[in-house]
């Protein structure tokens, strides 16, 4: 089974479809192309292979998440302003680490620093 996401005009991810493994074979062998003309012939759209494990495009693309075509990748929506994009992971993280001392702990983005919740 693979998994593809449907993209609109600004790339955003608008749903996301399991694909049976025989409609993405093309001469016997897994196609991206077969999969991506299988979802359109089906749906219509722009469509990208998504990996549920990310082994491609670095996460598993969710609704709401946008594909950049320049990174080849599937990145979340960005929870607070002052969080930063990670390269290699294509994941947001915040400006200063979470505290590591087992207390439980959220993010205020008005103070941009992690407040522990009592």
């Known amino acids: 089974m693979a998994h593809y996401a449907q993209l609109d005009e600004n790339?955003?991810?608008t749903?996301?479809?399991v694909v049976a493994d025989s409609d993405e074979l093309m001469d016997g062998v897994f196609s991206e192309a077969?999969?991506?003309e299988f979802c359109q012939n089906l749906?219509?759209?722009n469509w990208k292979k998504t990996s549920y494990n990310g082994n491609i495009?670095?996460?598993?693309a969710g609704i709401g998440y946008t594909y950049d075509s320049g990174r080849d990748a599937f990145i979340p929506p960005k929870p607070f302003a002052s969080w930063v994009l990670v390269?290699?992971?294509c994941q947001w993280s915040a400006p200063t680490a979470m505290p590591t001392?087992?207390?439980?702990y959220s993010w205020d983005e008005a103070t941009t620093s992690w407040v522990e919740v009592v």
Do not use: A, F, P, W
């Open 11 to 13: 790339n955003v991810v």
């Open 15 to 17: 749903q996301v479809i």
């Open 34 to 36: 077969r999969g991506i």
């Open 43 to 45: 749906l219509g759209g």
């Open 57 to 60: 495009r670095k996460n598993y």
């Open 87 to 89: 390269e290699d992971t």
């Open 101 to 104: 001392d087992g207390k439980m």
